[in-house]
């Protein structure tokens, strides 16, 4: 008989569709949206991009801002990610409509997190 595993969430990893919806805090507590999606490169497997929903009203109206991953950390204490970000920084980040999906292509990546202060390491 073997023991019954949760394979939605272990000490180490998450399955996406428990990540998807995560409430998303700036450092002093303050609710900025939620983790829409993430973006994961096709041969590497690694997430590049967060795609937080912000702003609008249930859901209406709200942009789509990519956040590199590394911004992102897991805060237990409000059960959601935190970023370092403050929401005037994130109002003039780099962002798209529901109707006006970027390419995520490389010269996206490079104006992404160079908006941010990182490398573009894909």
């Given at each position: 008989?073997?023991?019954d595993?949760?394979?939605?969430e272990?000490?180490?990893?998450?399955?996406s569709?428990?990540?998807?919806g995560?409430?998303?805090?700036?450092?002093?507590g303050?609710?900025?949206?939620s983790?829409?999606?993430?973006?994961?490169d096709?041969?590497?497997?690694?997430?590049e991009?967060?795609?937080?929903?912000f702003?609008g009203?249930?859901?209406?109206?709200?942009?789509y801002?990519p956040?590199?991953?590394?911004?992102?950390?897991?805060?237990?204490?409000?059960?959601g990610y935190?970023?370092?970000?403050?929401?005037?920084v994130?109002?003039?980040?780099?962002?798209?409509?529901?109707?006006?999906?970027p390419a995520f292509?490389?010269?996206?990546g490079?104006?992404?997190?160079?908006y941010?202060?990182?490398?573009?390491?894909?």
């Amino acid at each position: 008989m073997t023991a019954d595993i949760a394979t939605d969430e272990t000490q180490r990893l998450i399955a996406s569709n428990k990540v998807e919806g995560t409430a998303v805090y700036n450092r002093e507590g303050e609710k900025l949206g939620s983790i829409y999606n993430f973006m994961v490169d096709k041969e590497s497997g690694k997430v590049e991009y967060a795609v937080l929903q912000f702003g609008g009203f249930l859901g209406l109206g709200s942009d789509y801002y990519p956040l590199p991953w590394d911004v992102l950390t897991y805060d237990v204490s409000v059960g959601g990610y935190a970023v370092g970000l403050d929401k005037a920084v994130l109002e003039k980040a780099p962002r798209y409509a529901a109707s006006e999906e970027p390419a995520f292509d490389r010269d996206y990546g490079r104006q992404v997190y160079g908006y941010y202060g990182m490398n573009y390491p894909f």
